[in-house]
């Protein structure tokens, strides 16, 4: 850990998870977070009022814990970092409005941040620096895309996304139709294990000859096994649950895999990042190991607890941020509910973009004059 490495403060509160991560450059310090994820159990899904006001009631508490356990100060941070979007904008305002009023109160620079390419980032938590150009498949409840990347701060190029349900979405609502709660993932990965990934052939979606090489779509899977579940239960037949999690689950994580194999083999890119959610799943893991190695490519994925949301990415990203000298964000700056993923941060008003290259002109200091 170099001296001159900056000391970050991230925020995360796009969803239903209050993040608070610190990290040194690449070296965690500490990943606190406070989950709302049991409230919102009995409703199925994610309910964005009741995430907005868990946020907000966890925020000063879930910072201070972070400060604790990194054993800094406040005072001593280069800056603060925040998710800006894409997420629910009334969790992510409690957020930015957070990292706003610590930023000002302790004059300290701001770095709106995109949640996506914080996902990416985490990995430089586990795994170092990403190589670049990386290509990472960015799997979670709310997105599933192919993203090219050669620098993660300004330049993240979309490949390929789903055209309907994100895998995570996907998980969560076979999950509801087996009964097993919320969130889906965890529990469908568990059975999964001891059930026949063959015993079902479900279909792939996207899979044909002619169909888009690197665009995702899981709604037609999700419709055939949930039609599959009700004909047996029509037929007054036992749905084989284990089975049918494994044969669901091997579906999403082959076409997933060997789709961003493919896009990797493609661009000539020999290093594949797996990041969100979903990429905890431990099949996912497994097959992706298995088919990475096989054409060569170099896989890496952040431990399962980095996967899913958490304030330490926001961090990671922020002081990449600050790192390669990006300009700061403005104290105007405001959530985005729908941040495109090409942005992988909201540069201040005051900011110039001078070239193709999305070099930054301004340093921070000349942002809060
Ligand atoms: O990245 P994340 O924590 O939040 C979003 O940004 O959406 O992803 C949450 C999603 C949920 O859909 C959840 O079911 C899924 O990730 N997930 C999993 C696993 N753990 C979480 N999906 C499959 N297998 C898992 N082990
Ligand atoms: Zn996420």
Redesign the pocket.
């Known amino acids: 850990m170099a001296a001159d490495e900056p000391l970050v403060l991230g925020i995360e509160t ?2 239903d ?1 209050t993040g608070v991560g610190i990290v040194h450059g690449t070296t965690l310090l500490a990943d606190a977070v406070a989950s709302s994820v049991d409230t919102h159990a009995r409703f199925g899904g994610v309910v964005p009022e009741i995430a907005s006001r868990a946020h907000l009631e966890a925020m000063v508490p879930t910072i201070e814990r972070a400060l604790k356990t990194a054993g800094v100060s406040a005072r001593d941070l280069d800056g603060i970092s925040v998710t800006a979007g894409p ?1 629910l904008a009334g969790a992510l305002l409690v957020g930015v409005s957070a990292a706003k009023a610590y930023a000002y109160a302790l004059g300290k620079p701001l770095y709106g941040v995109n ?1 996506l390419a914080s ?1 990416i980032c985490v990995d430089q938590l586990e795994h170092g620096r990403l190589p670049e150009p990386t290509m990472a498949l960015l799997v ?4 599933s895309s192919l993203l090219l990347s050669s620098d993660i701060t300004s330049d993240v190029r979309p490949m390929g996304a789903t055209i309907d349900d ?4 996907a ?2 609502k076979i999950a509801r139709v087996l009964d097993l709660g919320f ?4 529990v ?2 568990r059975l999964a294990k001891e059930g026949d990934p063959k015993a079902i052939a479900f279909p792939r979606g996207l899979s044909g000859a002619k169909d888009p090489a690197y665009d995702f779509s899981f709604s037609g899977l999700k419709t055939a096994v949930a039609r599959w579940i009700e004909a047996k239960r029509n037929a007054g037949e036992e749905v084989p649950v284990r089975d049918v999690a494994a044969s669901f689950q091997e579906a999403v994580v082959d076409v997933l895999t060997r789709k961003a194999v493919r896009a990797c083999k493609d661009e000539g890119v020999d290093h594949l990042m797996i990041g ?3 990429a ?3 099949r ?1 893991r497994a097959l992706a190991e298995e088919r990475c190695s096989r054409a060569g490519i170099r896989l890496r994925v952040p431990r ?1 607890g980095l ?3 958490n304030g330490a990415m926001v961090a990671a990203l922020g002081a990449e941020m600050v790192a390669r000298g990006r300009a700061a964000s403005d104290l105007e700056l405001s959530a985005d509910s729908s941040l495109p993923v090409t942005e992988s941060h909201v540069p201040g008003a005051h900011a110039h973009v001078h070239d193709h290259d999305h070099v930054h002109e301004v340093s921070k200091d000349n942002l809060y004059s």
């Open positions: 796009s969803c998870e997420g949640h996902h979670s409840g709310g997105h994100a895998a995570g979405e998980f969560d969130p889906g993932g965890p469908i990965d969100g959610g979903v905890a799943n431990s996912l399962p996967c899913t949301d």
